[in-house]
């Protein structure tokens, strides 16, 4: 089983929706979930950033981790074409010596049609 | 204007060639990667620098070769690359190599 799973989708849907992007993890020693975007030809962008379980809100994004489901997932409220990329989640453990092992899933490509 | 710059954007090398990806950071972090973006992968991770010292080497192959002169600057050096190699090339870095990294734009490698 790998580390992290994401379904790569596409994901396609007309704007104004609420979209769910979701992904599970099998390391229960991952503290940290971050979500990134990644619009064409770009670099990935850190979008959210969450330590506990629970929801975090950020304008039209909710980041939602259950730790006992091993579960994370990105809410995108009102979704916009400019919400058109590649979302990545991302996860990290603590490794030693003050230092931390990131490790991402695949990316789900979303397309949001005006 | 991200704070992570990476030139060049686009490269086409043949096999036999010797060429070099640059990165630069400009948010006073003290950790910088090299990280790999093949299609339909997730991101792999090649090398870790901790103030300038390599900690992390996830068995890639010798043909990739890093260097890190200052906290500020990451080289990538490549020779007798494959085209399997071709890729996108992600620089990153982050304060104390704790959690969250901020990337570059990336170098979009073919190798023919």
């Known amino acids: 089983q790998k580390e992290v799973e994401q379904d790569p989708g596409p994901l396609s849907v007309p704007e104004g929706a609420i979209v769910s992007l979701n992904c599970t993890y099998s390391?229960?020693?991952?503290?940290?979930f971050m979500w990134y975007r990644q619009y064409s030809r770009k670099g990935p962008e850190l979008l959210m950033y969450?330590?506990?379980?629970g929801n975090k809100e950020d304008g039209r994004f909710t980041a939602q981790v259950d730790k006992s489901s091993k579960y994370i997932s990105l809410f995108i409220r009102d979704s916009q074409p400019s919400d058109s990329a590649t979302y990545l989640c991302?996860?990290?453990?603590?490794?030693?010596?003050?230092?931390?092992?990131?490790?991402f899933g695949k990316g789900t490509k979303l397309s949001v049609i005006p | 204007e991200t704070g992570v710059t990476q030139t060049p954007r686009h490269l086409v090398m043949g096999m036999t060639n010797k060429k070099s990806l640059k990165c630069e950071q400009h948010l006073g972090h003290n950790a910088m990667y090299w990280y790999k973006q093949s299609a339909k992968k997730p991101l792999e991770l090649m090398f870790v620098y901790n103030f300038k010292e390599q900690t992390e080497n996830n068995s890639v192959p010798s043909r990739f070769s890093p260097e890190c002169p200052n906290s500020s600057h990451l080289f990538l050096h490549l020779h007798t690359l494959q085209p399997e190699d071709s890729a996108l090339y992600l620089c990153a870095s982050s304060q104390n190599r704790v959690t969250e990294a901020f990337f570059g734009q990336g170098t979009r490698l073919t190798v023919v």
């Open positions: 390391n229960s020693a991952f503290q940290y």
């Open positions: 969450t330590y506990s379980s």
């Open positions: 991302a996860m990290s453990a603590y490794s030693g010596a003050g230092s931390y092992q990131l490790t």
